[in-house]
Structure formats: C-alpha cells, structure tokens
C-alpha cells in the first residue's frame, strides 16, 4: 500500500483485490448491458441464471443500475475534494489521486480518507 504520512499529501492507494473486484464488476456489468449477447451464461452456473433472466425481462433496469453505479462514482470522485479540505490535504496532485482513485474504485478509496484523522497542530 503507498502511503504518503504528511498531512498535506496523504494519501493511500487502494487495496489491489478491492481494484480487482470493482473492474471486473464494472467490466461485467459494462458487458450485460450494451453487449449481453457475448456472455456464457451456460458457463456461470446459477449466476449466469440470474443474469440471464435480468438481461431478458429487466433491460431497463440494468441500464438504470449502470446509470447509478457510474453516477455514484463520479459524485464520491468529487465529494473527495471537500473531504480533503475539511482534512487539510492542499496538495493539488495529492487531491488529483484521491478524485481519480475514488473516480475507478469508489468507496474502496474513498474508505481511506474517510478515515484518515489528521494530527492537530497546537
């Protein structure tokens, strides 16, 4: 994990399997709705099942979902950079990490300024 320890560039780089579940989710989910005729679903066993039969009777709500998974990660992409003032990091490039790593991975960064409690000087 890279991890800068000062306060005006702290930042924390997201667990690698955190990175793995969300491109393959996003990547799947990408796949099932614009191009669902590709996917084995023989292949995955009870949910290929499933996705199967949200890909024939609820199109529109997978669009929909897509919609907001990608709406949410773009909101928490700019929530960081509240959150990185209210914590002092004033670090241009350091807060350009968090917007972008937050941007792909979501809460899985986010998580890690969230709880990231500055020293306070006195």
């Keep these: 994990m890279t991890r800068s320890k000062t306060g005006r560039d702290y930042f924390v780089r997201t667990n690698a399997a955190a990175m793995v ?7 799947f989910f990408t ?11 023989g292949s995955l066993g009870p949910f290929g099942n499933f996705v199967k039969n949200l890909v024939d009777n609820y199109p529109q709500a997978l669009y929909k979902g897509y919609i907001l998974a990608l709406a949410l990660h773009v909101g928490e992409g700019f929530l960081t950079q509240s959150i990185c003032s209210s914590k002092g990091i004033t670090d241009g490039t350091t807060r350009l990490k968090w917007f972008m790593q937050t941007l792909f991975f979501g809460i899985f960064s986010l998580y890690h300024l969230l709880v990231y409690n500055p020293k306070k000087t006195k």
């Design 21 to 27: 579940f969300v491109v393959l989710g996003l990547g």
């Design 31 to 41: 796949i099932t709705v614009f191009k669902p005729e590709i996917i084995p679903y």
